[in-house]
């Protein structure tokens, strides 16, 4: 890295029902090999452990905030809350389901700094619930600008920004999609997004999880489109159409 001193990095974590998963994701960040990171984990009003879960890490150590919301307001509020006390230079983002490996951090931050790069993510494989390997790897684009984007997501656990100069984004109230609204309001303000081929972090597919039903976030991707984007609706259909074709091809 060209600066001595390691930037700070905030984790930004929304959280519900997740007591099976969200210890694994903490210990994630715990064991990784770049250490000047804060975690700040926005609880959406669980009804099981979690609470329990995150204070009991945070006994054991002070890089762990937790906002508890006082009702349940969905995934996109949890985010907003937990991105507004964030203090880091990058804001990186990971789901209390998902897990990252120890050199994460380190690639990543160390990529963005020796290349002045203010916006990537990274490959990153799948697990079941369990944590079984699916055996499937999603590698994203070298470099992406706007419309790449709109045609490939990035793994909402494998983004960072760098919100010392490109500021902080917040997310519109949407249940569904609301992590891709985020990062094409950033491309628009960092100009590309770059994507490290290297799987450095595992996104976990639940039965019961929102992201499973490919059918229902075809609506979630034409409002996103049109609602937000502003796109034609002859450009909406295109992009929903690739978005189809691309699902089943996977």
């Excluded at 804060?38 to 329990?52: M, P, Q, R, Y």
């Excluded at 203090?87 to 931050?109: C, M, N, R, T, V």
């Excluded at 990035?154 to 109230?173: C, M, Q, W």
Aim: proline share 3%; hydrophobic share 35%; net charge positive.
């Amino acid at each position: 890295m060209k600066s001595q001193k390691s930037p700070l990095v905030s984790v930004v974590m929304p959280a519900y029902n997740c007591e099976d998963y969200i210890g694994m994701a903490i210990e994630s960040v715990l064991k990784q090999y770049y250490q000047n990171w804060e975690i700040i984990i926005a609880d959406d009003c669980s009804k099981d452990g979690t609470t329990e879960i995150v204070e009991d890490y945070k006994k054991k150590d002070s890089r762990i905030f937790y906002i508890r919301l006082p009702k349940n307001r969905g995934a996109a509020v949890a985010r907003n809350k937990a991105i507004e006390k964030a203090s880091g230079e990058y804001l990186a983002f990971l789901d209390s389901d998902d897990l990252w490996y120890p050199e994460k951090l380190k690639e990543q931050i160390g990529f963005m700094e020796e290349n002045q790069v203010k916006f990537s993510c990274t490959a990153y494989g799948k697990i079941d619930d369990g944590g079984n390997s699916l055996d499937r790897k999603i590698v994203p684009e070298k470099k992406a600008d706007y419309m790449g984007l709109l045609k490939n997501c990035p793994g909402n656990s494998t983004v960072v920004y760098h919100a010392g100069s490109l500021g902080k984004f917040f997310i519109p109230d949407i249940k569904k999609r609301n992590d891709y609204v985020m990062w094409l309001k950033v491309i628009k303000k960092a100009g590309y997004l770059y994507g490290i081929p290297k799987e450095l972090s595992v996104h976990r597919i639940r039965k019961e999880g929102i992201s499973s039903n490919k059918i229902s976030l075809i609506a979630y991707h034409w409002k996103v489109y049109r609602e937000f984007e502003g796109l034609s609706r002859v450009k909406s259909l295109f992009l929903i159409a690739y978005w189809i074709k691309k699902s089943v091809v996977k």
